[in-house]
């Protein structure tokens, strides 16, 4: 069993930064891929970014390529969402998962094993 707990989101401007900590506890962190994921209001949930379980490589969507960078510290059992140039259209409710052993390529919305609770990220016009 793995629990993920999401902090960091807030109010911030368009142009803004923000970064998400998402902090797991249970099994060994370094075994799972981790995702970051998004819903907007009256939209389905999507998906950001992830990383692979040996920090082998990232994976984004094209939506967030380039203003945003996903890390992991596996010593601290935390990965991170370091959000750049943020739009408007970024406003939404934030999850990371957890998806044992898997690459940052593989991880779509019903891939994932575990979810914390989200954070609101809101940019404002």
């Known amino acids: 069993q793995v629990q993920l707990v999401e902090s960091g989101g807030g109010l911030v401007q368009a142009g803004g930064s923000l970064r998400l900590s998402c902090a797991a506890s249970?099994?060994?962190?370094?075994?799972?891929?981790m995702g970051w994921f998004r819903q907007a209001p009256g939209k389905e949930r999507e998906f950001v970014g992830a990383i692979s379980w040996r920090s082998t490589g990232t994976y984004y969507a094209d939506s967030v390529k380039g203003r945003f960078t996903i890390s992991r510290d596996n010593a601290q059992k935390t990965v991170y969402l370091q959000m750049n140039s943020l739009k408007p259209e970024d406003t939404a409710v934030y999850y990371c998962?957890?998806?044992?052993?898997?690459?940052?390529?593989?991880?779509?919305?019903?891939?994932?094993?575990?979810w914390g609770k989200g954070t609101l990220v809101t940019v404002s016009s």
């Open positions: 998962a957890a998806r044992p052993f898997a690459i940052a390529q593989a991880m779509g919305t019903s891939d994932m094993d575990y």
């Open positions: 249970g099994r060994t962190f370094s075994n799972y891929a």
